[in-house]
């Protein structure tokens, strides 16, 4: 399995960006998440879906803000980011998991079995 992200920058806070996670190699059978990581911090969960099916839990930090899609004809998965703020700053990483999760640990990097790269969004204010 490989993941790829793309589509990090650099932008103003109140800006929009949309991050994509081609993956190849992946049965398309368990849930697949986006993780962020702020210098010197944890990497936190903050956008998953299972796939099939669709359900996406978010982190409140960015929930009604960030939207998780997946497109199966093109075997990407996105993240919608709206009203960016600075403290959005961080790597961003796409990560898929080939068994089943529990949905109180969607969020749980421990969970996870293969990662992506990662993509860097900065916002400044």
């Known amino acids: 399995v490989q993941l790829v992200e793309s589509g990090g920058g650099s932008l103003q806070a109140a800006g929009s960006l949309r991050l994509s996670c081609e993956f190849t190699g992946y049965t398309y059978k368990g849930c697949m998440a986006w993780f962020r990581q702020a210098p010197g911090n944890e990497r936190d969960g903050i956008a998953a879906?299972?796939?099939?099916?669709?359900?996406?839990r978010y982190a409140d930090s960015v929930k009604g803000r960030f939207t998780i899609s997946q497109d199966s004809a093109k075997n990407t998965l996105f993240l919608e980011m709206n009203s960016l703020k600075p403290e959005d700053t961080g790597m961003y990483y796409c990560?898929?998991?080939?068994?089943?999760?529990?949905?109180?640990?969607?969020?749980?990097?421990?969970?996870?079995?293969?990662w992506g790269q990662g993509t860097q969004v900065t916002v400044s204010s």
């Open positions: 879906i299972y796939v099939p099916g669709g359900a996406t």
């Open positions: 990560a898929a998991s080939t068994s089943g999760v529990a949905w109180w640990s969607l969020l749980e990097q421990s969970d996870y079995n293969y």
